[in-house]
């Protein structure tokens, strides 16, 4: 081996650049909360093989690419395993670990910074149960010892106490790093170790996620109670608190929120909103200085529009709303003027809106804006348009628009040069009469060079000359958003005699385009065999039930704009490499 790799220095950066770990949704920015792995990181399975590829190349790559592996565990089944010799045995044929093992039981779990019991955890043949004389001589274990010493968060998905005695072990000899704990099983069917671990490290505790359950009996609310009251507020080192359903049940959150000097992130997603704001009516305009991070999930945004006028955010950053469905467009007024008061003079970067689908007769239903009695524009934007730092604009709230070319070119002008997301409502209602064009896309394009990710409704025909080699060198100077990946279309429109040249079209505007998505409800069912064909009919053969001529057509157009926007996002890429290759070859 090469004398370089004598520096070790060298040899960890070269690990650090191989151990690339699995981006993974943050909680609750996420629309399945169980997947999401609060605060984890992971290494996806193939780079997993090539780190141990890489460890058994010589002997100065083995520790640095031990603790890559070691990093993140899921659970603590793999890390019994090698203190076993390789082999998990079944219960009755395992020997006792003695205080002999632990170094080699040492050897492994010093390396752990995270693990992460999922709540799909399978059924393991062993449990280890510090209590027991005859699992890892514990009864014989030095007062003191610890054999996690660097494990610094714990994320406990498992409901039930099957696997408490793992939990206990972890808990029971995790050094003081221990700072994060993540857990939904804060109920009823939840081990009672996790509060006295988390009362025991409340001074300590800088991240926290925590979902209570409705329905305890008397013992366990009494201890869910006196944790969210008592111990809670002592947690004065909390820098992120998310707390979910039912929490509203245990704990006034606003009498408790100045008990967090430090608190930078806050997540509340309720399921009693009214009892949410109820809490609040007392106080008037309080101040929380140091959050920089806010989610709400509410049921009704009425009442969240009463909370954030009493509330004030004077250093927020970024600001996630959610509700299960959308609201009037009334009520979108009220809640951007809410906002706008609440954050006042902030240097907001991010504002997100999010609303759940409104369904009739198992079909989602979003209102048409030529027949609606009020629809959104302009003018209901502007409000947000004075936040001048923001980076991301997001507002999926499903509900009528009527927003034209000077509408956005309006909004870039405010905001383009920072604008790294915009989505304005893609799987909302659009006129089509009044909203972006192409022409209009091409602005935003030119306008917004930070863009990764877009979403918009559009309409129009490629312009006759985008075949032509003379446009491109004409424009080889035009700046272009080569920053984007991603594009939302909702339901725009698509003409089939001119899709090539719009494949054309938005390959000259966003050459790095990886990514197209349609609205939700163009998309068919996942558990029925289609045949992704632009000029194919979908309608599943052998069907017995009568259905009705609009629906069936209705059920045609949407699916051949769906596989027409899958037939685009196909193509896209490998035009978006050639208008690449052509400004590298205008430059030689």
């Not at 062993?126 to 004389?133: I, K, T």
């Not at 099957?162 to 995790?174: K, P």
């Not at 909103?273 to 920089?292: A, D, F, I, K, P």
């Not at 005699?497 to 939700?520: E, G």
């Amino acid at each position: 081996m090469h004398k370089i790799f004598q520096v070790q220095e060298l040899v960890d950066l070269v690990v650090h650049n191989l151990a690339v770990m699995e981006v993974t949704e943050t909680y609750p920015l996420t629309k399945h909360p169980s997947k999401a792995q609060y605060r984890m990181q992971s290494l996806p399975p193939e780079v997993k093989e090539d780190v141990k590829n890489l460890g058994q190349v010589g002997r100065i790559f083995r520790e640095p690419c031990l603790d890559a592996l070691w990093y993140h565990q899921d659970g603590i089944r793999e890390l019994l395993r090698m203190t076993y010799g390789g082999k998990l045995p079944h219960r009755e044929e395992r020997q006792p670990l003695g205080p002999d093992d632990v170094p080699i039981f040492l050897f492994y779990a010093s390396r752990i910074h995270e693990l992460y019991f999922s709540r799909k955890f399978s059924i393991m043949e062993l449990q280890l149960r510090p209590s027991d004389p005859s699992i890892l001589g514990a009864s014989r274990l030095d007062p003191g010892t610890v054999l996690f010493p660097r494990l610094r968060s714990l994320a406990w998905m498992f409901e039930g106490d099957f696997l408490s005695g793992d939990l206990s072990l972890v808990l029971d000899y995790a050094g003081d790093h221990l700072v994060e704990i993540a857990s939904p099983a804060v109920s009823r069917n939840g081990p009672a170790e996790l509060f006295s671990a988390m009362e025991k490290r409340r001074r300590s505790l800088t991240h926290l996620w925590l979902q209570p359950e409705d329905g305890q009996i008397e013992a366990d609310r009494k201890a869910t109670t006196r944790f969210f009251r008592t111990v809670l507020p002592q947690a004065r080192n909390l820098q992120e608190l998310h707390l979910d359903y039912h929490f509203e049940q245990f704990i006034n959150v606003w009498n408790v929120l100045p008990s967090f000097p430090h608190l930078k992130k806050i997540s509340l997603l309720s399921s009693d909103s009214t009892n949410l704001w109820e809490t609040l009516s007392s106080s008037s305009n309080v101040t929380y200085g140091s959050l920089r991070s806010v989610t709400f999930q509410v049921s009704h945004a009425s009442h969240l529009c009463k909370i954030l006028r009493m509330i004030r955010f004077p250093n927020i950053r970024e600001l996630h709303l959610m509700f299960p469905a959308p609201f009037a467009v009334t009520r979108f007024r009220s809640l951007s003027l809410a906002v706008t008061e609440a954050c006042a003079s902030s240097p907001l970067q991010s504002f997100v809106i999010d609303c759940g689908s409104l369904m009739f007769r198992g079909e989602e239903v979003v209102e048409d804006p030529e027949e609606a009695r009020d629809v959104l524009k302009i003018d209901d934007l502007r409000p947000l348009l004075k936040y001048k730092t923001l980076e991301v604009l997001q507002l999926n709230v499903k509900r009528p628009w009527m927003l034209g070319d000077r509408a956005i070119q309006e909004i870039v002008r405010a905001l383009g040069p920072r604008l790294r997301i915009l989505e304005l409502d893609p799987e909302g209602g659009w006129s089509s009469k009044e909203c972006l064009t192409l022409s209009g896309l091409e602005y935003l394009a030119t306008h917004c060079p930070r863009l990764s990710k877009l979403g918009l409704h559009f309409v129009g025909t490629p312009p006759a000359d985008v075949r032509s080699v003379c446009r491109h060198i004409a424009r080889s100077d035009v700046r272009w958003a080569s920053a984007l990946r991603e594009l939302s279309v909702g339901c725009s429109p698509l003409d089939p005699a001119s899709l090539n040249d719009l494949v054309l079209f938005l390959s000259s505007l966003f050459p790095n385009l990886s990514q197209i998505t349609t609205a939700s409800r163009l998309k068919p069912e996942e558990n029925e065999d289609y045949e992704m064909q632009w000029s194919a009919k979908p309608i599943p053969g052998g069907v017995d039930i009568e259905l009705d001529d609009e629906y069936v057509e209705e059920y045609v157009d949407n699916f051949r704009l769906y596989a027409g926007w899958k037939m685009v996002e196909s193509m896209v890429p490998l035009l978006g490499l050639a208008r690449r290759q052509e400004r590298v070859l205008m430059t030689i």
